[in-house]
């Protein structure tokens, strides 16, 4: 056995994000455009005892057009329809693409069904409606749930690496279509709320009961979000004889562990930096050349620390850089998918996402952060960075 | 692709080693079975468990002394397939091997201890020492630190096939990935009360620890524990001839079409000298039989659930184990609590030639994955334990 050596071209053909800024793409790109903060009160279970009450969620009303009323829907997890939603707007906006493979990334799936399941455990009420909550709290299930919507039958990968999960599943599938192993793959992420992920960011006091400010020297945590999103890859070959529009091309993936501690990164940065060299070295690009960074950024005092660290090391110029989780939350297992769809947005746009209620950077950073407002920018090279627990970290280059 | 395993590792019921637990798998072994701890509810559940000692070595690791069984399982499985292969486990294997964890409940334990903490005591008291043990990846996180690993690290997650997907995506590794020289795949699973509570919910669950695959449907005994293979591009050991990760099914009547449909494309035209299978006294038993007697396969089946339990996210990773022994010793094990609806079942422990074996595994949410293992020439030499 050798490793394949010919390298295909991989093209973006098509895209579906729901998120906290909206149900889909185009209103994901106006929320960016106009710098929308999407962060509210938690409404979905009880926060009056966490230090932290808001996130970033996702309308239900958006929800309810997933799929047609029937009594099997509305049973499902509301997980289920973010990715009906995102992968249905994929397929769509990618015409007559064939994806051979779905490679999905999850951190929590039906979370909270189970979480109802206990709580009605704990109060011995009726084992009624048990087996409905069992079925739908695996993390697979919301995924076959959305292909069986889209009547999609194909193999599923499911990535489970925490926060850079959504990245690591759009790098494989990027690796998979490069290498010619498979000519076309859906990839992305989806996590919905869930309160003992909640409590879990609250207890180990990453999340923030303020504003979310990342970057910004007065920085104080985290808070949470929620959706999903979906990138169609296809080589460059059947995209383009079937005439399919490129929205993106993604040139390079990197992944690196640190294991330096389970929740808290190496602070010399080493993870990520080795992440976005390997993500430049496989597209042979020289750091110098990339005009954008869509951050981690998830504003806790050592993700920035760490992250702001390997940008201003690897990086030669003042690039431009912002987490968009300022916007929208942080959507664990989802993030790095739905950040994937902001740049390849941002490229096809030439436009600069927001970093929300930035005030003042560290010193010692030398990158630049777009801070507070979208600006129009020639762009040819975006990054996004995912850091995850774990030690996972996971870079994606995109080209225009 | 057609990576080889250049080694397997186990802790199960059974053993604290793969050469252990074959060991008295051949023997004719049946794991006690034993309550599941700490019932939340009238109900009890028994079920295979690893006994204590079988980890208290690699417990000791500093990193590995706040983990959750999980982690201690999937290290103690890993370390055991390093040995195997006869890897030296230092800084170049570290920078040269990826990591894959295969997960279907994950940490549930910590998991149900630090919910309980939010519903009985409020959030405020919720622990933040349990929290990140909490986090399906945490098992790869503890294991890429004890080996020294700075590269790729995955988790995949799903059910009794999860192995499976692991295992093809460790082979699409090899492939695609030329810094990546070895892939070690870990599936691991711990037992909660809440598991089998959950699974009778779907009357899933055995009532009284008894399990007869391919004949009465009795339900599904846990058990807990891990499996591991070290895959390379080259060397000693079986190949992994096809590997299918995993196709979903809609309904039940589906499962059937869709399980033909899985095994076909994995033999191709080949034809396996043993199956190695994932039946364990459910539904999912039928769908399996009805798909080899729709292929006309006449090989003997082996299924390990009724003697160690089905230990979900490393099931179908044992099974590539035990496959792998199968093909090294030429020889498969009797299959215990077998009912009279498969003809093919191997009942007694005995010699056979094997070249081909194919692992099967059907989950229970709507997932059938299969493969095919191979044995080569230079496995074929290997004259190891």
Same mark, same amino acid.
């Given at each position: 056995?050798?490793?394949?050596?010919?390298? *295909? !071209?991989? /093209?973006?053909?098509?895209?579906g994000?729901?998120? $906290?800024?909206? &149900?889909?793409?185009? +209103?994901? %790109?106006?929320?960016?455009?106009?710098?929308?903060?999407?962060v509210?009160?938690?409404?979905?279970?009880?926060v009056s005892?966490?230090?932290?009450?808001?996130?970033?969620?996702?309308?239900d009303?958006?929800?309810?057009?997933?799929?047609?009323?029937?009594?099997?829907?509305?049973?499902?997890?509301?997980?289920?329809?973010?990715?009906?939603?995102?992968?249905?707007?994929?397929?769509?906006?990618?015409?007559?693409?064939?994806?051979e493979?779905?490679?999905?990334?999850?951190?929590?799936?039906?979370?909270?069904?189970?979480?109802?399941?206990?709580r009605?455990?704990?109060?011995?009420v009726? *084992? !009624?409606? /048990?087996?409905?909550?069992?079925?739908?709290?695996? $993390?697979?299930? &919301?995924?076959?749930? +959305?292909? %069986?919507?889209?009547?999609?039958?194909?193999?599923?990968?499911?990535?489970t690496?925490?926060c850079?999960?959504?990245?690591?599943?759009?790098?494989?599938?990027?690796?998979?279509?490069?290498g010619?192993?498979?000519?076309?793959?859906?990839?992305?992420?989806?996590?919905?709320?869930?309160?003992?992920?909640?409590?879990?960011?609250?207890?180990?006091?990453?999340?923030?009961?303020?504003?979310?400010?990342?970057?910004?020297?007065?920085?104080?945590?985290l808070?949470?979000?929620?959706?999903?999103?979906?990138?169609?890859?296809?080589?460059?070959?059947?995209?383009?004889?079937?005439?399919?529009?490129?929205?993106?091309?993604?040139?390079?993936?990197?992944?690196?562990?640190?294991?330096?501690?389970?929740?808290?990164?190496?602070?010399?940065?080493?993870?990520?930096?080795?992440?976005?060299?390997?993500?430049?070295?496989?597209?042979?690009?020289?750091?110098?050349?990339?005009?954008?960074?869509?951050?981690?950024?998830?504003?806790?005092?050592?993700?920035?620390?760490?992250?702001?660290?390997?940008?201003?090391a690897?990086?030669?110029?003042?690039?431009?850089?912002?987490?968009?989780?300022?916007?929208?939350?942080?959507?664990?297992?989802?993030?790095?998918?739905?950040?994937?769809?902001?740049?390849?947005?941002?490229?096809?746009?030439?436009?600069?996402?927001?970093?929300?209620?930035?005030?003042?950077?560290?010193?010692?950073?030398?990158?630049?952060?777009?801070?507070?407002?979208?600006?129009?920018?020639?762009m040819?090279?975006?990054?996004?960075?995912?850091?995850?627990f774990?030690?996972?970290?996971a870079?994606?280059?995109?080209?225009? | 692709?057609?990576?080889?395993?250049l080694?397997?590792?186990?802790?199960?019921?059974?053993?604290?080693?793969?050469?252990?637990?074959?060991?008295?798998?051949?023997?004719?072994y049946?794991?006690?079975?034993?309550?599941?701890?700490?019932?939340?509810?009238?109900?009890?559940?028994?079920?295979?468990a690893?006994?204590?000692?079988?980890?208290?070595?690699?417990?000791?690791?500093?990193?590995?002394?706040?983990?959750?069984?999980?982690?201690?399982?999937?290290?103690?499985?890993?370390?055991?397939?390093?040995r195997?292969a006869?890897?030296?486990?230092?800084?170049?294997?570290?920078?040269?091997?990826?990591?894959?964890?295969?997960?279907?409940?994950?940490?549930?334990?910590?998991?149900?201890?630090f919910y309980?903490?939010?519903?009985?005591?409020?959030a405020?008291?919720?622990?933040?020492?349990?929290?990140p043990?909490?986090?399906?990846?945490?098992?790869?996180?503890?294991?890429?630190?004890?080996?020294?690993?700075?590269?790729?690290?995955?988790?995949v997650?799903?059910?009794?096939?999860?192995?499976?997907?692991?295992i093809?995506?460790?082979?699409?590794?090899?492939?695609l990935?030329?810094?990546?020289?070895?892939?070690?795949?870990?599936?691991?699973?711990?037992?909660?009360?809440?598991?089998p509570?959950?699974?009778?919910?779907?009357?899933?669950?055995?009532?009284?620890?008894?399990?007869?695959?391919?004949?009465?449907?009795?339900?599904?005994?846990?058990?807990?524990?891990?499996g591991?293979?070290?895959?390379?591009?080259?060397?000693?050991?079986?190949?992994?001839?096809?590997?299918?990760?995993?196709?979903?099914?809609?309904?039940?009547?589906?499962?059937?079409?869709?399980?033909?449909?899985?095994?076909?494309?994995?033999?191709?035209?080949?034809?396996?000298?043993?199956?190695?299978?994932?039946?364990?006294?459910?539904?999912?038993?039928?769908?399996?039989?009805?798909?080899?007697?729709?292929?006309?396969?006449?090989?003997?089946?082996?299924?390990?659930?009724?003697?160690l339990?089905?230990?979900?996210?490393?099931?179908?990773?044992?099974?590539?184990v035990?496959?792998?022994?199968a093909?090294?010793?030429?020889?498969?094990?009797?299959?215990?609590?077998?009912?009279?609806?498969?003809?093919?079942?191997?009942?007694?422990?005995?010699s056979?030639?094997?070249?081909?074996?194919?692992?099967?595994?059907?989950?229970?949410?709507?997932?059938?994955?299969?493969?095919?293992?191979?044995?080569?020439?230079?496995?074929?030499?290997?004259?190891?334990?």
């Amino acid at each position: 056995m050798v490793a394949v050596k010919r390298k *295909r !071209r991989v /093209f973006v053909t098509g895209m579906g994000v729901v998120s $906290p800024l909206g &149900p889909d793409v185009p +209103a994901t %790109e106006r929320a960016l455009l106009a710098a929308k903060d999407a962060v509210s009160e938690v409404t979905f279970f009880d926060v009056s005892k966490t230090r932290c009450k808001t996130a970033g969620q996702v309308e239900d009303a958006w929800l309810s057009e997933a799929m047609p009323r029937s009594r099997k829907a509305n049973r499902l997890h509301r997980s289920a329809r973010m990715v009906t939603l995102a992968v249905r707007e994929a397929l769509n906006g990618a015409g007559a693409a064939r994806p051979e493979r779905l490679v999905i990334a999850t951190s929590s799936g039906g979370m909270s069904n189970g979480e109802t399941y206990y709580r009605e455990l704990l109060r011995s009420v009726s *084992r !009624r409606r /048990f087996a409905e909550y069992v079925a739908n709290y695996t $993390p697979q299930k &919301p995924v076959l749930d +959305a292909l %069986e919507e889209v009547r999609l039958r194909v193999p599923v990968q499911i990535l489970t690496n925490a926060c850079s999960s959504g990245a690591n599943a759009i790098g494989h599938a990027f690796e998979l279509v490069r290498g010619g192993l498979c000519g076309c793959v859906l990839c992305g992420g989806y996590d919905p709320l869930a309160e003992l992920v909640f409590v879990g960011f609250d207890s180990l006091q990453a999340s923030t009961p303020e504003k979310i400010r990342p970057f910004d020297r007065g920085r104080t945590g985290l808070v949470l979000g929620e959706g999903a999103a979906v990138l169609v890859l296809e080589d460059e070959t059947s995209a383009l004889a079937r005439g399919a529009e490129p929205l993106a091309e993604l040139v390079g993936y990197g992944a690196a562990t640190d294991t330096f501690h389970l929740t808290q990164p190496d602070p010399s940065g080493i993870g990520i930096k080795l992440a976005m060299e390997r993500a430049l070295a496989t597209a042979g690009v020289d750091p110098g050349n990339v005009d954008y960074i869509n951050c981690h950024g998830t504003a806790t005092a050592l993700n920035d620390a760490t992250e702001g660290a390997a940008i201003s090391a690897l990086f030669p110029h003042r690039v431009a850089a912002s987490s968009t989780k300022s916007m929208m939350g942080h959507a664990l297992g989802g993030a790095g998918a739905i950040e994937a769809a902001v740049c390849v947005l941002a490229l096809r746009e030439q436009f600069l996402p927001p970093n929300l209620h930035f005030r003042e950077p560290d010193p010692g950073w030398t990158f630049e952060i777009v801070a507070n407002e979208a600006r129009p920018a020639a762009m040819e090279y975006a990054l996004s960075n995912s850091i995850g627990f774990g030690g996972v970290n996971a870079s994606l280059l995109f080209r225009r | 692709m057609n990576s080889v395993i250049l080694g397997g590792g186990a802790t199960t019921p059974a053993g604290a080693t793969a050469a252990e637990t074959w060991r008295l798998l051949s023997e004719g072994y049946s794991a006690p079975r034993v309550p599941v701890p700490h019932p939340l509810g009238k109900r009890s559940y028994l079920y295979c468990a690893v006994p204590e000692k079988f980890v208290r070595t690699v417990g000791r690791q500093a990193r590995l002394r706040r983990s959750g069984m999980l982690s201690l399982f999937g290290a103690s499985a890993a370390f055991d397939a390093l040995r195997d292969a006869r890897v030296e486990v230092g800084p170049a294997f570290g920078a040269r091997c990826a990591l894959i964890y295969g997960v279907s409940s994950g940490g549930v334990q910590y998991t149900r201890r630090f919910y309980h903490e939010i519903v009985t005591q409020g959030a405020s008291s919720a622990s933040p020492l349990l929290f990140p043990e909490t986090v399906f990846n945490a098992p790869a996180s503890h294991l890429a630190a004890l080996l020294g690993l700075n590269g790729k690290t995955y988790t995949v997650v799903g059910d009794s096939g999860v192995g499976l997907s692991a295992i093809q995506l460790g082979d699409e590794l090899l492939a695609l990935d030329p810094e990546v020289e070895y892939v070690l795949v870990v599936g691991t699973e711990e037992v909660d009360w809440l598991l089998p509570d959950a699974f009778a919910a779907w009357r899933l669950a055995s009532k009284d620890g008894h399990c007869e695959v391919y004949g009465t449907r009795t339900g599904l005994v846990f058990g807990e524990g891990a499996g591991a293979v070290l895959l390379a591009r080259q060397g000693q050991g079986p190949v992994v001839a096809q590997v299918h990760p995993g196709q979903s099914f809609f309904s039940r009547q589906d499962s059937r079409r869709v399980a033909l449909e899985v095994l076909q494309r994995v033999l191709g035209a080949d034809r396996p000298d043993a199956m190695v299978t994932s039946a364990n006294g459910t539904d999912a038993d039928a769908v399996e039989q009805e798909a080899f007697t729709r292929l006309n396969l006449a090989a003997p089946v082996y299924a390990y659930k009724p003697a160690l339990g089905d230990a979900l996210g490393a099931g179908s990773v044992l099974q590539a184990v035990f496959a792998t022994l199968a093909l090294r010793h030429q020889c498969l094990p009797g299959t215990l609590c077998a009912g009279d609806r498969c003809a093919l079942v191997n009942r007694q422990t005995r010699s056979l030639a094997l070249d081909r074996v194919l692992v099967s595994a059907i989950g229970f949410n709507q997932q059938v994955g299969a493969l095919l293992l191979e044995r080569t020439g230079s496995d074929a030499a290997d004259a190891r334990g």
